[in-house]
């Protein structure tokens, strides 16, 4: 029997990080914008998650995660990590000035436990400071598994990670909370996509990036994927969006960069 404990699912997806790639993990677009909106000072900073490619972003920064795998796996000490749940922190209020993170919400069950996580940054956040979140949002007008699909075979899609993310989103829509069973995204692909030498030459991806769809196989991870409507619906009074910041990469309309304030 696979072993599906969040810590084991991390520790597969840790091992196998450096195979995948954007929109999954941020990319050098990314990590620009993160910087720019963090602006030249951005005090005592907390990393939600331990994404590599943000760690650099603050000389004082704190990073938490649920998973001690993806922190010995990703995090290599460099600076303070701490074991904990975003929905149960254990910082005072008002604990730091920046506050950023990389696709958190994805993994939160919406609606109830996103609006437990934008509480709880409001209230560790300073005021005068700011949280800054990539979602990855499915799009208001939802589109189907199949479309998803016939697009990559006709080779209209650049990246095999795009393509998994749009499936994904895909099946998501079918359900009123906008969450999947990742599993099913391998199992969609199966079904609708049976000959990968055949997507291999309509798109030029090699058989080991389009292989990276057979890490969903067998889990339990569930993924969440609101639409920016149903995110900012989550979001409490308490907080104010300053801005949405937008990539130029594939599928950059659906990870945006979220800038919150506390409210004065
Ligand atoms: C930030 S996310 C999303 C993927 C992403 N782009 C990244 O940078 O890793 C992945 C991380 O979230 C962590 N995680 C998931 N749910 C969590 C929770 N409730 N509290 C703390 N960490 C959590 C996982 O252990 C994993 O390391």
Redesign the pocket.
Known sequence: MTDTT?DNY?QGFAQRWNRLGSP???CAEDVANFRKAMGDDPGRCLL????PELADLSPTLTA????AA?IAALWHGRQRAIL????EMPFAPASFDTVI????L???AQPMQHQRFFERLAKIVAPGGRILLRVFVGPEQPETREEVCRDALAGKMRSVHAFKWRLSMAVASEAPDRTLAVAETAATFDRLIPDRKQLAAATGWRADEIETIDFYRGSDARYCYPTLSQVRNSIPASLKETSVIYGSYELAGRCPILVLEPRA
């Not at 939600?48 to 994404?51: D, P």
């Not at 904990?84 to 929905?87: A, I, Q």
């Open positions: 969040p991390w999954l993990r941020p939600l998650g331990v994404t938490i995660d649920n998973s993806m904990g749940d975003w929905l993170g990389d696709g958190c994805v993994l939160l």
